[in-house]
């Protein structure tokens, strides 16, 4: 499952059925209203994800990348670390594997020459097993394909747990935990997962502000993580069951 910027509705289709009640707006947003009255409070955490789509198809079955969400913030090695590694396509017709193809050591002798430029997205080559053009488009794979890497989830060392974009998703999941605990209410609050908010100014957030406002307090909710924006970005289980119950008594009015 995906939430690529732009490209949630797997996600927010998961959420409405799992938190009864709760609805999607024109955007995309999911949110959900605890209580009723003053003050009309707002928790939100978001979504999406930095990842790709397909920028180009080659004749002979390989797919080029464009990077989607992130912009200048992030560090000009970043796409390096999709190189070799497992990649998911969420085509018309499903999920599709793939690989992002690794430069040959036989072209190479092993390592690359010094002036071989670094890898970037603009080099990055997807396989997923198509000889053609035609084969891909039978896979379901068009221009604009979402592409995200493979979450296969780790856990290791002391209830510590790893995956691309662990940070957000444990951040969403601690919410979702609050509000299915139905916690005492103080006035109204306003539940919210919002999306693109890497793309076009957080427009998500933006638009829950507006047409869901005004608020009296506004709480984002996210979880500390080591290695953010890798592969094996790390969140500790243990910081999330403290999110779950911090907002659980900031819901009830609690700081």
């Avoid at 732009?6 to 999607?24: F, I, K, M, N, W």
């Avoid at 464009?66 to 913030?73: A, F, M």
């Avoid at 989830?153 to 969403?172: F, I, K, S, T, V």
Wanted: charged share 20%; glycine share 10%.
């Amino acid at each position: 499952m995906t939430a690529i910027t732009g490209y949630e509705q797997a996600v927010t289709d998961s959420l409405l059925s799992l938190l009864p009640g709760s609805t999607r707006d024109r955007l995309g947003n999911v949110t959900l209203t605890l209580g009723r009255g003053t003050p009309r409070r707002l928790v939100y955490c978001a979504l999406d994800e930095v990842g790709y789509v397909i920028g180009n198809i080659t004749d002979d079955g390989y797919l080029l990348l464009r990077r989607v969400g992130g912009g200048q913030r992030l560090s000009p090695l970043f796409d390096q670390q999709i190189e070799g590694q497992r990649v998911t396509l969420f085509g018309r017709k499903g999920a599709v594997p793939g690989v992002v193809a690794v430069r040959s050591t036989h072209l190479t002798r092993g390592r690359p020459a010094r002036e071989e430029p670094p890898f970037t997205v603009d080099n990055a080559y997807v396989d997923v097993g198509a000889s053609s053009r035609d084969e891909v488009l039978a896979l379901g794979i068009s221009i604009l394909t979402p592409v995200s890497l493979t979450k296969r989830p780790h856990r290791y060392g002391d209830r510590l747990l790893a995956a691309p974009n662990a940070g957000r998703r444990a951040a969403c999941a601690a919410l979702a935990s609050a509000a299915l605990s139905r916690p005492r209410v103080r006035g109204s609050v306003v539940v919210a997962f919002t999306v693109q908010s890497l793309y076009a100014d957080t427009a998500g957030l933006r638009t829950v502000l507006s047409t869901q406002g005004p608020f009296a307090g506004a709480r984002p909710v996210t979880v500390p993580s080591k290695f953010a924006e890798t592969t094996v970005e790390t969140v500790a289980l243990k910081d999330v069951e403290a999110l779950v119950a911090d907002v659980m008594r900031w819901i009830g009015g609690g700081q």
